[in-house]
């Protein structure tokens, strides 16, 4: 009989192994501050994790902006322009995401995203040269990866803690590695760190040759804003950078140190938004639609999704919220219709594909389903996607791969999640009753050897037998009873078994294991 090890989940090895390897680094020069400090995640490391998270993380946030492609060259080119001048030389990457939040984030390695929503509130180029280069300080002077080192991202995974999230996201939704990019994006900066972004992105501004005092102006809009509460600002940029008069002040007199003057760009930037402004009605209404599923009224969200299309025919994020509304109205073949049209204006958002996949299923296209599904998960792991691949494995008969995503979807705490955990239980523990019934040992007043058995499942479960066996010296573990639990375990209820082995001293109990090694679901 082998002994149990409490492991971490499986999908945790690959972050635990590369911040071990991280571990060997020591002391570092910062390239932006110049100052030593503490480096326990390499840039190979960071380098490492920007890339594998850049991709989910993006599709959490809505997505790539695809509707403007002269736009999103604009920005790139913002953003490079100021790339080239800061003080560490990383693959820096910047897109915007199909996201009405204002917001804007950093990953370690240079990776980078800012929001359409965010883009729409700035007046200038300059002030979309001071958020780039606020967001290139966080990467460059390593303020990701101080957040590794503290233990945030770690800390948070492991207590599965939830991340923020906002109406306009889907971190929630991730599973498995991929949720890791939540807990980077969204924790929040010390106040050390947002200072220091301040302060280099405005010296890397006046590199580039724009006007320092954009960065300032775009701070007292955003003081303005917090206090207003306006446009849900507080969920979005602020929630991870919060502003403050300090910031402020302190933004205003680094720009009385540095060249005066400098490039504001409003007729160049006014120009490359003017179709973002068009398409702005079609956003909020497509917001409101959001907000009228979520109150389950699916006639109004229907008319807000008719009433974006009207205004762009052209961004597939109306065209699948029109699916959500006709799912919600049972009407799934003309669902199917507008997630098609979703997929063909973007193939590249994974809910686009989840949600047909899911229409797909009920229809009966079980093939078609599973190749959605399973693209959606390419994109972007969840728990949503990997339980109806699970349902579709097992009405194919596959066992081990319905296992297998019911495993992965399990650890969600969403419906989904909990559905997979209940399937993988009632699927898994006939063959496997150890890893659910849980068996401990202590002995009573009298030194009888006593063993406790817990049901940490949702089912009830009957027909146990638990075998005591005690360790050699070598730790093999001879059998030495088996005992048969006559009455039913209900789901989080234990017993105690009293054995007829008698220990000399409690110490003895180390020596000894428990475990179920039969039992079946009783639905009775």
Not at 181 to 205: C, H, K, P, V, W
Not at 332 to 346: C, E, G, I, K, T
């Amino acid at each position: 009989m082998m002994r149990m090890n409490r492991r971490l989940p499986h999908w945790l090895w690959p972050l635990w192994v590369l911040l071990i390897v991280a571990g060997i680094t020591g002391c570092a020069t910062n390239p932006v501050t110049g100052k030593s400090e503490l480096a326990l995640v390499s840039e190979a490391s960071e380098l490492q994790i920007g890339q594998s998270q850049y991709q989910p993380s993006r599709q959490m946030q809505g997505g790539d902006y695809k509707l403007d492609p002269s736009l999103i060259k604009y920005v790139q080119g913002v953003g490079q322009r100021l790339a080239a001048v800061s003080d560490r030389k990383l693959p820096y990457e910047f897109v915007v995401l199909n996201d009405s939040t204002p917001n804007a984030w950093a990953l370690p390695g240079g990776k980078i995203a800012v929001n359409r929503g965010l883009l729409l509130e700035l007046d200038n180029e300059a002030e979309l040269a001071a958020v780039l280069g606020h967001e290139i300080v966080h990467a460059a002077a390593r303020h990701g990866a101080q957040g590794i080192e503290r233990g945030i991202v770690l800390q948070g995974v492991l207590l599965a803690a939830g991340v923020a999230t906002r109406d306009s996201d889907y971190s929630q939704l991730a599973v498995g590695a991929a949720a890791v990019g939540a807990n980077l994006i969204n924790q929040g900066y010390s106040r050390d760190a947002e200072l220091e972004a301040d302060l280099f992105g405005m010296t890397y501004m006046v590199r580039a040759g724009y006007d320092p005092m954009a960065a300032v102006g775009l701070q007292e809009t955003f003081v303005r804003l917090s206090k207003d509460r306006k446009e849900n600002w507080l969920s979005g940029l602020f929630a991870s950078h919060p502003p403050s008069m300090e910031r402020v002040e302190k933004n205003r007199e680094t720009a009385r140190r540095l060249a005066k003057g400098g490039d504001l760009g409003r007729e160049r930037y006014q120009k490359q938004i003017a179709a973002l402004k068009r398409v702005a009605p079609g956003y909020a209404a497509y917001t409101e639609g959001l907000a009228a599923l979520r109150d389950k009224k699916p006639d109004q969200a229907l008319a807000l999704a008719k009433k974006a299309i009207k205004i762009e025919p052209r961004e597939a994020l109306f065209h699948g919220l029109n699916g959500d509304a006709l799912v919600l109205k049972r009407n799934n073949p003309a669902a199917l219709s507008a997630y098609d049209r979703a997929v063909q204006l973007d193939s590249d958002f994974f809910r686009h594909l989840l949600k047909r996949g899911a229409v797909k299923a009920e229809l009966g296209d079980h093939v078609g389903a599973r190749q959605d599904l399973s693209k959606s998960i390419e994109l972007l792991p969840t728990a949503d996607a990997h339980y109806l691949l699970g349902q579709e494995a097992l009405r194919a008969g596959d066992r081990q791969q319905a296992l297998a995503h019911y495993q992965a979807a399990s650890g969600a705490s969403s419906g989904s999640g909990q559905a997979a955990a209940a399937a993988l239980v009632r699927l898994d523990l006939p063959a496997h009753p150890h890893k659910y019934l849980n068996t401990s040992l202590a002995v009573d007043s009298s030194g009888r050897l006593l063993i406790q058995l817990e049901n940490r499942t949702t089912v009830a479960v009957s027909n146990l037998h638990v075998q005591l066996g005690e360790r050699s010296a070598s730790g093999r573990v001879s059998v030495r009873a088996e005992y048969k639990v006559p009455e039913k375990l209900e789901p989080g209820q234990r017993i105690v078994l009293r054995s007829e082995f008698r220990l000399a001293n409690a110490g003895l109990v180390s020596r000894w294991a428990g475990r179920v090694v039969r039992a079946v679901i009783d639905d009775r």
